[in-house]
């Protein structure tokens, strides 16, 4: 919960995460422009000599740059289940690398949104804040009442009820107040006994890859159909720049 909070409040975290985590995957797209791009520019180039009308260069463009970066994406995430073929084992890109991705999802994660910090505010501010220092008032009247189990008899004589139990009350008051002021002393306890990095690093690790594959293409389906648009457009606008090259 609080991680998509997190993300949904904070975009350029989220995308800060998925830049992290998909690194190697952002230079794969950027390269492939290249050695696609000539594959399928050697086509092109082909259908030029045999057709050369000046609107075949912005149309192969377009149909270049469109393919380009749809093979590029399909070659990143699919297959999501490896397949091997005379020896070789097929599988996406980012699949490949799970348990890579794993780690540094984990550590952004436990880094930006997850750490003991963030954690303790949202107990002590968050929308349940209540109900944990009511649960923090009871333990300490708790601990306070075994604390002084064996001298109670004499403490309430030489008090009165009221007063021991008054005394009870204005302990259990001081913790309350104290507690949010030295809590940061715990933090390095906290961190280590939890082991978040550790358990998400290894959670993830274990997911088939078919539950892997949706932590980070969602964020490449919102945008997929732009990206895949933008190759079309940019060959076309070669292929008009070719045009004038040609026919100036």
Known sequence: HKFLFACIENKALMVKIFQECGEKEFVFIRRSGFYFGFVFG???MG???VYSESWVLPVAGFLV???TNWLALKVIFQPIEPIHIC???LQGIFLKRQKE???VFARVVCVEILHVKAMWT???QGRLSKNFF??????????TGKLVEEIEPLAIAAMGAEKFLQMKEDIAQKVIEKIPTVIDASYEYTQEALGMETTIREKMGELPPSEFEGVLHPAFEEDEIQLIALGGV???LVGVLQIFTLFA
């Open 234 to 236: 940019l060959g076309a």
């Open 101 to 103: 991705v794993s780690e």
């Open 122 to 124: 949202a107990i002590f």
């Open 87 to 89: 020896g070789f084992e």
């Open 65 to 67: 740059g469109w393919v």
């Open 42 to 44: 050697l086509f092109q």
């Open 47 to 49: 259908i030029w000599f």
């Open 134 to 143: 009511a649960m923090l008032r009871a333990h300490t009247l708790v601990f």
